[in-house]
């Protein structure tokens, strides 16, 4: 068994099923870190969030090769003073195929696929930011074609009634190798280190593979009979227990950025997101696909003829994540849709594109979703990047718009 300190932001998957059993503030306003913990849950404990590579100097995450990983907060800090050595010049499939293992590596020309957003802050407030890249060229994407770039910021102030906030982007310098104001299409030159990631604890032990054994059970039940360093296995054994298995396997990341600056001042067009068959769709939430999972991890893809699943309260969304049906009229095949990239928690609240999608009608169903495939905690999610124009139907929010990087067309919110 084993402790699992982690952070709020980044584990909206988490989140959204810590509700139940008490856990409050996984999206707090402002993603403040702090917030109390619920029995069992993970809401206001200390470490990482769940998306960024792990550095030298901090808690919860790790990153690098199997067997040769590093503990660390989520994203990539700053290095020593000893010089580092020079950049490879390689492409994002070098990386995300495995090519370039591991190193100092330079990527030329590549297109961003989404704003910077936070991946995650730790108890400690350190904030790490991340933006999506694609290879460039493309009028698809592809396997092997799209990586995580993640790199730590400012640290958190602290706030209201001493709470540690991160920057409010776009109102407030977020700071870190990532420009603040980095749009879908923007081209860049990034260096940065490779990394594969994946939280310490995720899969280390039974709690969190979908059964509730008996010591699991004993210790969520009083916890005075955990052994250890044992945590109340919520994710099994709580009256609404984690619906995903969690992974085992990993995600290429760039982490310790050194530069990222744009070139030029057009922007790229972007590829359409592949849309996956029947088989991949299947894989995205698989716990142990490490093929599939270096392939398509990073990339934007698509999903056709998606229905909710609603959750127990009866609602589609839940901490602004969805439990999707990714196989309907064949069984359930569930995968969390989830909006770690847009959700800003001190956005106005009918801001449509920084606030929770919202969906009234329990049994929707989408004819497609466009996101991101990437790990969040410890479960492979899709991540989406625009609640306008990703989801079709789009979010109820949205009224007439039709996109987030446009402006909203008279009475249409």
């Not at 990153?63 to 040769?68: I, P, R």
């Not at 790199?151 to 958190?156: I, M, P, S, V, Y």
Request: glycine share 16%.
């Amino acid at each position: 068994m084993r402790s699992r300190d982690v952070g709020l932001l980044g584990l909206g998957a988490l989140c959204a099923v810590a509700l139940f059993v008490g856990a409050g503030g996984c999206q707090p306003e402002g993603n403040s870190v702090g917030a109390p913990a619920g029995p069992g849950g993970p809401g206001g404990t200390t470490g990482t969030g769940g998306s960024g590579a792990g550095t030298s100097a901090g808690e919860g995450g790790s990153g690098g090769e199997a067997g040769a990983a590093t503990t660390g907060s989520a994203g990539g800090g700053g290095g020593g003073t000893e010089d580092p050595p020079p950049a490879q010049v390689v492409t994002i499939q070098d990386v995300t195929m495995g090519t370039v293992a591991s190193g100092i590596v330079e990527l030329r020309g590549v297109v961003a696929m989404s704003p910077k957003f936070l991946v995650s802050q730790s108890s400690a407030g350190r904030c790490t930011y991340g933006v999506y890249l694609s290879a460039p060229g493309l009028t698809e994407t592809a396997p092997y074609s799209g990586i995580l770039a993640v790199d730590r910021g400012n640290d958190a102030t602290t706030g209201s009634g001493g709470k540690l906030y991160c920057a409010k982007l776009g109102e407030e310098p977020a700071g870190g190798e990532i420009p603040d104001d980095v749009m879908p299409g923007d081209v860049l030159n990034v260096i940065g280190e490779t990394a594969y990631f994946l939280l310490d604890f995720c899969g280390a032990d039974t709690c969190g593979d979908l059964q509730c054994d008996e010591q699991e059970r004993a210790c969520h039940d009083d916890e005075t009979a955990c052994e250890a360093d044992e945590h109340q296995c919520w994710e099994d054994c709580s009256a609404d227990p984690l619906p995903y298995v969690e992974s085992k396997t990993r995600q290429r990341q760039l982490a310790y950025l050194t530069t990222m600056e744009k070139v030029g001042d057009a922007r790229a067009p972007l590829p359409e997101p592949h849309a996956l068959t029947a088989e991949e769709v299947a894989s995205l939430s698989s716990a142990a696909d490490a093929s599939f999972h270096d392939r398509w991890g990073g990339v934007k893809v698509r999903l056709r003829d998606v229905a909710a699943v609603p959750w127990s309260q009866g609602t589609v969304v839940n901490y602004g994540n969805i439990v999707a049906d990714t196989d309907p009229g064949e069984g359930v095949a569930k995968l969390q849709i989830g909006n770690d990239i847009y959700y800003r928690g001190y956005a106005p609240l009918d801001d449509a594109c920084h606030k929770g999608p919202v969906f009234a009608d329990a049994a929707t169903t989408w004819q497609q979703i466009d996101g991101f495939s990437s790990l969040d905690g410890c479960l492979w999610t899709l991540q989406v990047v625009d609640p306008c124009a990703d989801f079709l139907p789009a979010s109820g929010m949205c009224g007439a718009r039709t996109s987030c990087s446009s402006e909203p067309q008279p009475g249409s919110e």
